[in-house]
Every structure is written in C-alpha cells, then in structure tokens.
C-alpha cells in the first residue's frame, strides 16, 4: 500500500478538519454546536474517501475503477478544458508556479503593492516567458501606471508601500 | 394612480440631464463590475458624496444605475478569467469560464449579457406588481427554511460541480468550518483565531475568493501553458455575440425561472444576490436531463444565474422601499442617501412618492438595457483577451488580485490570506476537490449558524421536520445525495433489461 500525492493531500485535509474537530471542545456549548455538526460528518467524509482510495477492499476496488472511467469520460469529452490534465505534467513545473507566487508576495511585502507587482510582472515577462526587453518593460510600466491611477489617485486608496519604505 | 405615477415618473427621467447621469452611473457600475474586489457597495460609497447635491430623481438615475449594473460587469471577468467579480456572479463561472476555454466567450457574454438584462427587466416589473403582495411570501420564509435552502445549495453544487461527490461535500464542509474563524456573532466569542488580531474579524471573502477562484486558475493555466481559450480557431466576434443572444431567446424557460426565482430571493432581507445566483443555478442543474454537461460549459449554466443575480435588484427594493428594512448592505446605503435626499422609505413610497417608486422601475429597466448593450460592444474586444498566451496574462492578471484582495480592508495580511488560498485552490483542483462548494460553504457558513441557532430557539432540535417547506427541502437533499446511486442502479437495471429483450428477439430469430 503505497500513498499516492491525492492520498496526501486528502490526509493534510483530515488533519486541518481534525484540528477543526478538536478545537471546538474548547468553546463554550452554544458556540461549538456548528463546529462539531460540520466537522465530524466532515472527518467521517474524508476518512471514507481515503480508506475508498487507499485501502484495496472491493468497494475501494468498485470506487477506483469509476473514479478513472469518469476521468476517462471527462478526458474523451473536454481533455483540453479540464484542469486536470495538469495532472501528467512534471512536478518541477508545478514548484515554479508556487515559486512565483512566493517571489511575488516576497517583492509586494518588500517593495510595495504598485513596486512590487511591477517589478514581477517585469521579471516574470523578461526571464520566465522570454518576451523582448521592450515588452517587459513596457507591459509592467502600463500595469503599474493603471493600478496607481486607479487606486492611489480615483479611489484614493493608501496601497502598501513595502516593509523597506 | 400607477399611470399617473409612471407619467410622472417618465417626466422625470426621459430628461438629457437624467439620461446623462444613468449613463455616467452605468459606466462607472460596468467598470467597478470588471474589477475583482470592488463591489456594489464600493460604487454607493464612493460616488455618495457626489449625488448628495444633486435632485433627488437625477441622484437616483446615477446611483441606482451605477449599483444595477455592477452584477453586469462582473459576468464579464466571471466567464473571461473564472474570477467572479463579486460573490454574486459565483456560479456563472461554473459554466461560463469552460465555454471561455472552449474558445466561446462570445457567446457566453453575450448569453450572460442578454439575460442579465432580460432579467433585470423582470425584477423591475416584479418590483412594480408584487408590492401589494410582499408580506405574506416574506411570512413563508423562515430561518430553518433557510438552513435548509443553505445546505441544499451545498449539496447540489458538491454534487453537480466536480468529478467527486464525496470529494465535493468534503470541500464545502471544509469551507464551512473556515467561515467560522473569527468572531462569533451568536455568543460573542472568538473561535480558531491561533491568538492573531487579524483573524478576530475572520478570513475575508473577496481575498478568499480572489485565491481559490482567480490566482488558482492562474496557476493551473501557467502549469499547463496555455491560454485561456484552449481550443484555437477563428474568433467568434458578431457572430459569437449573435448565437449568445438567440440561445438566451431560444432557453426562454430558463431565464424566466432565474428571473423569478432571482426576484423572490432577493425580497428575503439578508439573503442577497450570492443565493440568488447559486440557486437559480443549482435548480436549472438539478432539473435538466443532461446535467452531468453542467459544470463543463452548458450555454443555459450561464443564462440562469446571470438572469437571476439581475432580478435580484427588483427584488430587493421592494424591503427597502415599501417597508424601510434594508435586506443587504447596498440597500442599506442607497436607504441612507434616500433619507438625506428628504425621500423616507416606507408605505409612503405606495401612496405619496408613486412617481419616485416607479422612477426606480424605469431606472432599472433602462440601466440593464444600457449596460447590456455598453457591454455587447465590448465583448468582440474582450474574446481576444482568451487567446493571448496565458505567460503574458497571468503575471498581470495576479497583481491585479493582489490589489484587488488588499483594496477591500487595506491589509497587507489579505494579500497574504489571496495567495495562500490560492495555493490551497491550486492543489484542490488538481487532486479533483472542486473549490465551488469550499466558497458556498465559506459565505454562507455564518448566516447558516445564525439560522441554525434561531430555529432550534424557535422551534427545538427537529425543527427541520416541523416546518414544512424545511421538510421538503430535507427529502431533496436525501435524494440529491442519493442521486448519484440511484442513477447508477436505475441505469444498471434498464441495461439489463435492454440485454434481456435483445437476448430474448436473438432467440426468437435463431
């Protein structure tokens, strides 16, 4: 029996419900009704969705060969609109996309939201897509142009200004 | 008395001045619509100071114009880049954005656009006639009716919204129980906020949103490399826009029930433009034979919600015009600029202001044809956007979310909470845990525990079998749950007798 990336994430799933679960004891009777209404089907959810995928007994043997003739149908139907066709490509791809959402929250926390997200945008056009100089620098300086305009100037909105400014 | 009302009402609003202002109200609502994060509620505040000095009626035609017409502008971002705008164009992404992909997003906006104001002339003649009858259907309504009706919403979109039904009611109970960080409005207490002052007041929606829903779908396409619209081939433009309209005329049953069904929700206070369209778009799911297509971009999965989130206006001013009781938070502002405006809200509006009643009627009308069409004209321009290559898009599609999320309270930390979501999002569809019912959950997670809590004081722990309507709502929840089984044995049984026929005519022609 080996876990599968899925069989990971649906179990980091039971553990945040399960915090959900247990941290409910702590209020006071009316204000853990809710939370212990919700989670506890929840746990129970998740926990049949795992041992349905991961343990090889007939039902889980039933539920995983209509998992994958659904997947097929859709794949057949929509392969190109549906998102997990995301699923065959290599996991150092997917390490990237995180990476710039990282990089990005990293130069918007230090620079500003408006510097930030030039900077970024500038970046990611010119090193990651590979578009010329000009198209780098023009796209980030319109983007950045307009965001100022409309938050800072028409809305009158203070944006961040970066933990280094 | 209504025709004079109407003559007088038509008086004052088929002026150039008035006209002007409808139209400046309309593009400024269309504009704030195409933006994530700023809602109806931003339009009213910031252009409030600004229609305080005006007439009353010339106010009106601006302001109501501008806050009708934000729904509008949100189909457009809700069916281009799977972002809904607001929470109120939630569910015309669940068909919308897969036609985007299918390289029909003309036709979708268009679709979208037509009924939105189909719709939007439909809540205003429901405006106009159900006045007289408004108290009563509020009266059937109660809040285990509207327990129930929450979690039926779940439900239905668990079950319609992605490849696992068990995966997607994990997923809306996930979204439950994160709608519940924060401060407890029933006992006043604060639950699961880890010590943080920024999570006393809870996770807010429009960053949650943005992350699940927008950064998300960036990140899946950026993995993929694509563009938006996967499939190439020539662009749709007039033509695209021309199908999008004849299909609104020719699935006329379904927007009309939208219409309706938007109508009637949005006389409910507190229920909103949110239910509306995720509801209208659960029934048309829920009872079309081909629902398995829905969620993988059905023409009449667009019309539904969009006629419904429209309608919804109508509806919602009937409360806040003939009773004074604001059922949202825009309602509640355009109440307040009524009031300095020296109009008082109430039965008054029937008897003595008839003409600025009706004038509300007229402004609707005119501001979803207008916006409409506004909108129209764009949308051969806007199909382009689906085909330009997604490492282009995405990087200025994110920093504009991350200004979107920060707008909304001005805090750093919502940028934070988008990008996190959006992380969450990225892996909940990959391994096939649909984000759909996480958000209904999240929404309406509060006023679910709210609801909960006044009918068991009401009416004791089984109050879902003591009201009717609450009744029937629970069996349709048990059957919905059911669904995928029962279809399953149904057809199993049918294909066996099918078998048997044929084995039986073999026999009988050997």
Redesign the interface.
């Given at each position: 029996m080996k876990l599968k990336?899925?069989d990971w994430?649906?179990l980091l799933?039971f553990l945040?419900?399960l915090m959900?679960f247990f941290?409910?004891f702590s209020?006071?009777t009316?204000?853990k009704?809710?939370?212990l209404?919700?989670?506890a089907?929840?746990l129970f959810?998740?926990a049949?969705?795992i041992v349905?995928e991961v343990l090889p007994s007939p039902i889980g043997r039933w539920y995983q060969g209509k998992?994958i003739q659904?997947?097929l149908a859709?794949r057949d139907?929509?392969a190109?609109?549906q998102?997990?066709?995301?699923?065959s490509?290599p996991v150092r791809?997917?390490l990237v996309?995180?990476a710039?959402?990282a990089v990005?929250?990293l130069l918007?926390?230090l620079l500003g939201?408006?510097a930030g997200?030039?900077l970024?945008?500038f970046v990611?056009?010119k090193f990651?897509?590979g578009?010329s100089w000009l198209s780098s620098i023009s796209?980030a300086l319109i983007?950045g142009l307009i965001?100022y305009g409309?938050?800072e100037v028409i809305?009158k909105?203070?944006?961040?200004r970066g933990f280094l400014f | 008395m209504f025709f004079e009302g109407l003559a007088a009402a038509a008086e004052m609003i088929f002026t150039p001045y008035s006209f002007l202002m409808l139209f400046m109200g309309v593009a400024a609502g269309l504009t704030f619509g195409f933006i994530p994060g700023l809602s109806g509620v931003t339009v009213l505040v910031l252009f409030m100071p600004f229609v305080l000095p005006m007439e009353p009626v010339h106010a009106i035609a601006f302001i109501l114009g501008a806050h009708a017409v934000v729904v509008t502008g949100d189909t457009l971002t809700a069916i281009l880049f799977n972002v809904p705008g607001t929470s109120q164009s939630l569910a015309t992404c669940f068909d919308g954005f897969p036609l985007a992909q299918k390289g029909r997003a003309a036709e979708a906006i268009s679709a979208g656009l037509t009924s939105s104001m189909l719709g939007g002339i439909i809540g205003a003649i429901f405006l106009m006639a159900a006045i007289p009858v408004f108290r009563p259907l509020v009266m059937i309504l109660g809040s285990a009716e509207y327990f129930m009706m929450i979690l039926m919403g779940i439900t239905m979109i668990a079950l319609l919204g992605g490849k696992s039904f068990l995966k997607g009611l994990i997923s809306g109970g996930l979204g439950l129980l994160c709608s519940l960080i924060g401060f407890d409005v029933v006992t006043g207490g604060f639950r699961y906020t880890l010590g943080s002052r920024f999570l006393y007041s809870g996770l807010d929606f429009v960053p949650v949103v943005i992350g699940l829903f927008a950064i998300a779908q960036m990140m899946v396409l950026l993995t993929t490399g694509e563009s938006i619209a996967a499939k190439r081939g020539r662009l749709e433009g007039f033509r695209g826009i021309l199908t999008g309209a004849a299909a609104t005329f020719k699935h006329c049953k379904v927007w009309i029930r939208g219409s309706v069904l938007g109508a009637l929700i949005g006389i409910i206070p507190g229920i909103g433009g949110t239910v509306a369209n995720i509801f209208s778009y659960g029934v048309q799911a829920g009872t079309a034979r081909d629902r398995e297509e829905y969620g993988k971009g059905k023409i009449e999965g667009v019309i539904a919600p969009e006629s419904a989130n429209n309608a919804k206006e109508g509806g919602a001013l009937i409360p806040t015009l003939a009773f004074g009781i604001p059922g949202s938070a825009s309602m509640a502002i355009l109440m307040s600029i009524l009031m300095l405006k020296g109009i008082a809200p109430g039965p008054d509006m029937i008897s003595k202001n008839l003409d600025i009643t009706v004038s509300f009627v007229l402004v609707l009308i005119i501001a979803n044809i207008m916006a409409s069409f506004l909108a129209i004209l764009m949308t051969p321009f806007l199909e382009r956007v689906t085909r330009i290559s997604i490492h282009r898009l995405a990087p200025v599609i994110i920093v504009i979310c991350t200004l979107g999320a920060f707008s909304v309270n001005r805090r750093i930390a919502d940028v934070m909470v988008a990008m996190l979501f959006g992380l969450v999002g990225f892996y909940m569809r990959k391994y096939d845990y649909s984000p759909a019912p996480f958000i209904i959950g999240f929404l309406l997670g509060n006023r679910m525990e709210r609801a909960l809590h006044i009918s068991l004081r009401a009416w004791g722990p089984l109050f879902f079998i003591q009201r009717p309507i609450s009744l029937v709502l629970l069996c349709c929840i048990i059957i919905l749950v059911l669904w995928p089984y029962l279809k399953e044995k149904f057809i199993v049984s049918r294909l066996k007798a099918s078998l048997a026929k044929e084995g039986q005519d073999e026999t009988k022609a050997t």
């Open positions: 990336l899925p994430f649906s799933v945040i419900v959900f941290g409910a209020f006071t009316r204000a009704t809710i939370p209404i919700v989670a089907p929840t959810l998740i049949l969705q349905l998992n659904n997947q859709a139907e929509l190109y609109a998102t997990d066709c995301t699923a490509k791809q997917d996309t995180v710039c959402l990005l929250f918007v926390w939201l408006i997200g030039l970024f945008i990611y056009y990651i897509a578009e796209t983007v965001s409309l938050f809305l909105t203070s944006t961040w | -």
